[in-house]
C-alpha cells in the first residue's frame, strides 16, 4: 500500500463511522446536548465543513457547502466560511436539523471531494510544505492526516453520545 492509498482509505473512516451511527439517528437525538454544547448534529456538521473548507483551499475548488447549495438546504443560518470553530454555547446551540439524510449527505459530497483531491495527487506531492507559519512547517501530507483525524475525532464524540443513558441529556 502506498501512501496515497493510506491517505484514500484514512479520508473514508470518517464517513464509515457516521454511517454506523445512522440508524440510531432520530430528530431528537441528533439535536440533544449532554450537559455541553456539541450535538450530533453540530458534530457531523462541523466534521463535512472542516474537511471541506480545507481540501477546497488545498485544491482551490468552491467548497461543496456551496457548490452543491448545502448553504441553503440547511435551515440554518451558517455562513459560507463557517465551519464552527469558535462558535459560543450559543452559537453551537443553533446548529439544528431533524434531517440525519441532509447531514450524511453533506459529509459524503465533503469525503468524495477529499478523496479525489488525495487520488489526484502524486506522492512526491505530499511532502510539499503548505504553512511555513508553524514549527515545524506544515506539509500537504500531514495537512491531509490531520483533516481526517479531527473529522474521525468528531465522528468519536457523536458516537459516545450516542450511546449516552436519557439522563445525560439536559
Wanted: without cysteine; negative net charge.
Amino acid at each position: 500500500m502506498n501512501s496515497i492509498d493510506i491517505l484514500l482509505d484514512l479520508a473514508a473512516r470518517p464517513l464509515e463511522a457516521a454511517r454506523a451511527l445512522h440508524p440510531q439517528l432520530t430528530a431528537e437525538l441528533l439535536n440533544a446536548h449532554p450537559h455541553h454544547d456539541n450535538s450530533v448534529a453540530w458534530l457531523l456538521w462541523h466534521a463535512a465543513r472542516e474537511i471541506d473548507a480545507q481540501v477546497s483551499h488545498l485544491s482551490g475548488d468552491e467548497p461543496v457547502w456551496t457548490a452543491q447549495a448545502f448553504d441553503s438546504r440547511f435551515e440554518f443560518s451558517a455562513e459560507a466560511n463557517d465551519m464552527g470553530y469558535g462558535h459560543s454555547p450559543r452559537r453551537a446551540r443553533e446548529i439544528v436539523t431533524a434531517d440525519a439524510g441532509l447531514l450524511f449527505a453533506h459529509l459524503e459530497a465533503a469525503v468524495e471531494a477529499q478523496r479525489a483531491y488525495i487520488g489526484g495527487l502524486d506522492p512526491a506531492e505530499l511532502d510539499a510544505v503548505i504553512d511555513d507559519s508553524w514549527d515545524p512547517p506544515v506539509t500537504r501530507g500531514a495537512r491531509l492526516i490531520s483533516i481526517s483525524a479531527d473529522a474521525v475525532a468528531h465522528l468519536g464524540q457523536a458516537s459516545y453520545i450516542v450511546g449516552m443513558d436519557e439522563d445525560a441529556f439536559e
